[in-house]
Nanobody, 119 residues
Framework: QVQLVESGGGLVQAGGSLRLSCAAS????????MGWYRQAPGKERERVAG????????EYADSVKGRFTISRDVAKNTVYLQMNSLRPEDTAVYYC????????????WGQGTQVTVSS
């Protein structure tokens, strides 16, 4: 069974940094796309960063450009989100996601990791 497990969340002061990790297990294939969403209490879930595996292209929400960087380690089947210059508005539960196109689009979600930025 495919599983995505996030780690690296925690409490950090404004201006600080965190690195989130998402490790995939139970797969016998390569995903087409992996990335990160976040959801704050009372707000809609939003995409913050993603990476296309075909050409290694990345994309970011305007609110995090220049501060967040997505990367991957192919050998470890893991993607990362380096978050710098964190702001209180970055506080949210961060979710790893992945998709795989094979006879239809399959979507996978992690359980989420809490990031809290204090002011």
């Amino acid at each position: 069974q495919v599983q995505l497990v996030e780690s690296g969340g925690g409490l950090v002061q404004a201006g600080g940094s965190l690195r989130l990790s998402c490790a995939a297990s139970g797969i016998t294939f390569s995903f087409n796309y992996m990335g990160w969403y976040r959801q704050a209490p009372g707000k809609e879930r939003e995409r913050v960063a993603g990476m296309r595996f075909g050409d290694s292209g990345s994309e970011y929400a305007d609110s995090v450009k220049g501060r967040f960087t997505i990367s991957r380690d192919v050998a470890k089947n893991t993607v990362y989100l380096q978050m710098n210059s964190l702001r209180p508005e970055d506080t949210a539960v961060y979710y790893c996601y992945a998709n795989y196109l094979s006879g239809g689009l399959r979507i996978y979600w992690g359980q989420g990791t809490q990031v809290t930025v204090s002011s």
